[in-house]
Structure formats: C-alpha cells, structure tokens
C-alpha cells in the first residue's frame, strides 16, 4: 500500500506576501481544527483577498488599532471578526509585519470530522445536497469549525499547537476561477475572489468551467 502523503503546515514565509498571491495559492489547501482526538479538516475551496489601507472594503482601511492590529502584525495569523450580528469570518493576515493585508475563507470541501461539524452546525445529513449546508460560506464554515473571537482572533494559523491552522498536501488544484468579491459594497468590483470552479461547496454562484 502506498504511504499517504504527510499533511505539512504552510510556513509563515507563505503568508508574507501580497493577499492576490495568498488567495489564489490557499485553493486546495486544507483547514484544520485538532479538538483533542478529533480532527476536523476542510479543503479550501473559495477565498477572498483583501488588499490593506488602500483597499476601502477592508476593515485594515481604518488604519492600525485595538481591533486591526492583527492585520498590522506578523503574517499568518488569525483575524477574526462578528458580522450582521450573527457569525463570525475568519481571516489570515498576510504581507509583511507592518503592512497590512488578509484572505478571508469562504467555503470549504469538509474531509475529516463531519460528524461533529453537522452537529455544530444543527445539520441533519441525510444526502451528498446536505453538505454543502456545512462549509459553503463564510459564517457556515466558522460555526461548523467552532471559530469565535474569543476563542481564535490571533491564533498562529501556521502552527498545529494553536489548534486551528493550515496545512498542505498532495492536492493540487484545478479550474481556478477569479471573479468580483461578493457580500460586500465598497469596491465590489475588484476581482478578488477566487474559486475551484465547479466545487459544491463554492458559495454564491458556482461558476461551473465549460467543457
């Protein structure tokens, strides 16, 4: 039997880079939360990137303070915020210490641990359609990987000991789709938003690729 590939968590020097660079290079990669023994893992099907001071839908736009720090900081680290009062997104700052930047996740393929996402998520599976209620966008993905401020905002995403962080394999990826970001207001015509096209678990518009 062939050995399977170790899962290596990215370095920080992967994250020290424009966020353009960072989103489209997270596709495929997996997401992590280690619960004890249990694991849950997501690959990454859909990011957005956002592009620091200059960018207006960027909360690091309101310059470094209290809140933004994070995105000021080191690169690799979780920033986390509540949105609509009601879920939390969880985002990876990038570029850099001192120039800010982030990839936010919105979708992810659940691998590993679904179980335990369906039920921190009030999902009852019944079929392949129920899976995509797990992880397909940005607040799903965070409540089902049990992602909080309080519990995550600053965690070291590079490091398996924080317990939440992102990792890699074998998986390369293909039909790498660039679209308008979505959700948002302020520039929402920049093309910042990458996809596996065709993937399930892509929120919004799928965006299937053409044969």
Same mark, same amino acid.
């Given at each position: 039997?062939?050995? %399977? ?89 990038? $570029?850099? $210490? ?10 992810? $393929?659940?691998?590993?641990?679904? $179980? ?27 409540? *089902?990987?049990?992602?909080? %401020? ?16 992102? *990792? ?44």
């Amino acid at each position: 039997m062939t050995p %399977r590939p170790p899962i290596l968590p990215l370095p920080r020097a992967f994250f020290a880079r424009s966020p353009r660079r960072v989103a489209r290079e997270l596709l495929g990669k997996l997401l992590i939360r280690d619960l004890g023994e249990l694991r849950l893992a997501g690959r990454i099907v859909e990011v957005e990137a956002y592009l620091g001071e200059s960018d207006p839908a960027a909360h690091a736009a309101a310059g470094n303070t209290a809140r933004t720090s994070i995105l000021f900081g080191p690169p690799g680290y979780a920033y986390v915020y509540f949105i609509y009062g009601n879920h939390y997104c969880l985002n990876v700052s990038c $570029e850099p $210490e001192g120039k800010a930047g982030s990839v936010l996740f919105r979708a992810l $393929e659940p691998l590993q641990g679904i $179980e335990e996402m369906a039920r921190a998520r009030d999902v009852k599976l019944g079929g392949s359609r129920d899976l995509p209620r797990l992880t397909s966008g940005p607040g799903r993905l965070a409540q *089902a990987f049990g992602i909080t %401020r309080a519990r995550d905002n600053g965690a070291d995403l590079t490091s398996p000991g924080s317990g939440l962080w992102i *990792a890699e394999d074998d998986f390369r990826p293909k039909n790498i789709r660039i679209t308008p970001r979505i959700g948002i207001t302020l520039a929402a015509e920049q093309p910042l938003r990458y996809i596996l096209a065709g993937n399930a678990f892509v929120s919004g518009r799928k965006y299937r690729p053409k044969n």
